[in-house]
């Protein structure tokens, strides 16, 4: 979730393709700047310059019509501009997520915490770990994504523009990763009950290997990481409001190198962890409905919920994060399918859906637990908010009794869990 699905990015990577083109054909020798007929009039917008240069293998009279064609239907730099209303709607959709995800998670942390004074628990430490992932993403991914792409230039200087794209990608790839451990842990307890169930060491070794392999496998993006002021260095307009502007892009030594390591974290990043999320749950959910029969009929509503919860989880992680991991495989394998006045407004649309799995994880991991809820009055409380209530008995929501036995299937932990 690096800082550079924006538009300098996309006009530094068609500047490039253009200057490979014309070197090639002779256009020019050395020149650092784009020909002087890819400069900007006053009625025309950074989105022009990426247009007029992405010539591929056209030689320099192509390049000549293209601008020619370009300039016949000239577009006004505000044309490109997000609408105020719509950059309003953006901030507040962010500023929510943001708002609900810190208070979501630190919430679940604290009463994890709680918790694991009286009794050490291996679904809480891991859904601990996976808030605690969330709350970086929130602190991290968001603000400063947000800023970049709505102003189109970075403003934070060299040095946080290498540590918030390592941050970005390393808080994702655990928060993604402590999701899997979850559901390896719940796929032991309720489809195997008497066989391997991960102990509390066990636990912790995993979400140690978790946070090394994201800290090691994010660290092209702080090699490869910088600030560069390409993208605007041809671009001139009336008062010169791009002077001094500069972008964090990523400078690979390799078109090559980095086409490898984008299609990598596609995988590791969303289509073995979806993939393996949906198996576990699959089963999980197999075998619920194998017991549906032996439910007692009062249970049978709480089944269902179960296996709607079930089934909301693999649904929703692939919902969230998919429109972002197609854009970023597109901008990287294809960038010029992207040439478009509000291709920003594309990619926010992605990032805010991707993003929403902050609020969403701990609606599904604690909100939704009864034992969660209970645990939360427990904290108002304290506060004096409520008047004192009533002890009362919940029970999680995957318990299911049967014929033979009852047994406690935990989905969503339950009693020494949260």
Same mark, same amino acid.
């Given at each position: 979730?690096?800082?550079?699905?924006?538009?300098?990015?996309?006009?530094?990577?068609?500047?490039?393709?253009?200057?490979?083109?014309?070197?090639?054909?002779?256009?020019?020798?050395?020149?650092?700047?784009?020909?002087?007929?890819?400069?900007?009039?006053?009625?025309?917008?950074?989105?022009?310059?990426?247009?007029?240069?992405?010539?591929?293998?056209?030689?320099?009279?192509?390049?000549?019509?293209?601008?020619?064609?370009?300039?016949?239907?000239?577009?006004?730099?505000?044309?490109?501009?997000?609408?105020?209303?719509?950059?309003?709607?953006?901030?507040?959709?962010?500023?929510?997520?943001?708002?609900?995800?810190?208070?979501?998670?630190?919430?679940?942390?604290?009463?994890?915490?709680?918790?694991?004074?009286?009794?050490?628990?291996?679904?809480?430490?891991?859904?601990?770990?996976?808030?605690?992932?969330?709350?970086?993403?929130?602190?991290?991914?968001?603000?400063?994504?947000?800023? @970049?792409?709505?102003?189109?230039?970075?403003?934070?200087?060299?040095?946080?523009?290498?540590?918030?794209?390592?941050?970005?990608?390393?808080?994702?790839?655990?928060?993604?990763?402590?999701?899997?451990?979850?559901?390896?842990?719940?796929?032991?307890?309720?489809?195997?009950?008497?066989?391997?169930?991960?102990?509390?060491?066990?636990?912790?070794?995993?979400?140690?290997?978790?946070?090394?392999?994201?800290?090691?496998?994010?660290?092209?993006?702080?090699?490869?990481?910088?600030?560069?002021?390409?993208?605007?260095?041809?671009?001139?307009?009336?008062?010169?409001?791009?002077?001094?502007?500069?972008?964090?892009?990523?400078?690979?030594?390799?078109?090559?190198?980095?086409?490898?390591?984008?299609?990598?974290?596609?995988?590791?990043? @969303?289509?073995?962890?979806?993939?393996?999320?949906?198996?576990? @749950?699959?089963?999980?959910?197999?075998?619920?409905?194998?017991?549906?029969?032996?439910?007692?009929?009062?249970?049978?509503?709480?089944?269902?919920?179960?296996?709607?919860?079930?089934?909301?989880?693999?649904?929703?992680?692939?919902?969230?994060?998919?429109?972002?991991?197609?854009?970023?495989?597109?901008?990287?394998?294809?960038?010029?399918?992207?040439?478009?006045?509000?291709?920003?407004?594309?990619?926010?649309?992605?990032?805010?859906?991707?993003?929403?799995?902050?609020?969403?994880?701990?609606?599904?991991?604690?909100?939704?637990?009864?034992?969660?809820?209970?645990?939360?009055?427990?904290?108002?409380?304290?506060?004096?908010?409520?008047?004192?209530?009533?002890? @009362?008995?919940?029970?999680?929501?995957?318990?299911?009794?049967?014929?033979?036995?009852?047994?406690?299937?935990?989905?969503?932990?339950?009693?020494?869990?949260?």
């Amino acid at each position: 979730m690096a800082p550079r699905r924006v538009s300098p990015q996309m006009l530094l990577a068609l500047t490039q393709d253009l200057r490979s083109a014309t070197r090639n054909s002779g256009f020019w020798n050395s020149a650092p700047s784009l020909p002087n007929s890819l400069w900007l009039d006053p009625t025309e917008s950074v989105t022009q310059v990426a247009i007029m240069g992405n010539t591929g293998s056209h030689q320099g009279d192509l390049l000549a019509n293209q601008t020619s064609t370009t300039k016949s239907t000239p577009l006004s730099f505000e044309s490109c501009q997000l609408a105020p209303l719509v950059l309003f709607l953006l901030v507040v959709a962010y500023a929510l997520v943001v708002l609900v995800g810190l208070l979501g998670n630190l919430s679940l942390i604290i009463i994890i915490t709680r918790k694991q004074k009286e009794t050490q628990n291996v679904t809480n430490a891991l859904i601990a770990n996976l808030s605690l992932s969330d709350i970086l993403m929130c602190v991290v991914c968001i603000p400063f994504t947000m800023v @970049y792409t709505l102003m189109d230039h970075w403003i934070f200087g060299d040095a946080m523009c290498k540590v918030t794209a390592y941050a970005q990608s390393v808080s994702v790839t655990v928060s993604i990763f402590s999701l899997v451990l979850i559901a390896i842990e719940r796929h032991q307890l309720i489809v195997n009950p008497r066989g391997w169930k991960p102990n509390m060491s066990q636990a912790c070794c995993g979400l140690l290997l978790a946070w090394i392999f994201s800290l090691l496998m994010s660290v092209p993006f702080f090699l490869f990481s910088q600030l560069t002021d390409e993208p605007f260095r041809n671009i001139s307009l009336p008062g010169d409001p791009f002077r001094h502007r500069a972008a964090c892009v990523e400078e690979w030594p390799s078109r090559q190198g980095r086409l490898v390591f984008t299609t990598s974290l596609l995988g590791v990043q @969303y289509c073995v962890p979806w993939g393996f999320i949906s198996v576990c @749950y699959l089963k999980i959910l197999l075998c619920l409905r194998k017991r549906h029969g032996k439910v007692e009929r009062v249970r049978e509503q709480e089944s269902r919920r179960v296996n709607s919860m079930l089934i909301s989880i693999v649904v929703t992680f692939g919902a969230c994060w998919l429109p972002l991991n197609i854009f970023n495989i597109i901008f990287d394998w294809n960038h010029e399918i992207l040439l478009h006045c509000h291709h920003d407004l594309v990619f926010i649309l992605c990032h805010l859906a991707a993003m929403t799995s902050t609020c969403i994880n701990p609606l599904f991991y604690g909100f939704l637990n009864k034992n969660f809820q209970k645990d939360l009055m427990d904290l108002l409380h304290l506060c004096r908010c409520f008047a004192p209530r009533d002890h @009362y008995d919940s029970i999680a929501i995957s318990t299911l009794p049967t014929e033979e036995s009852k047994v406690s299937v935990k989905f969503i932990p339950s009693q020494e869990s949260i």
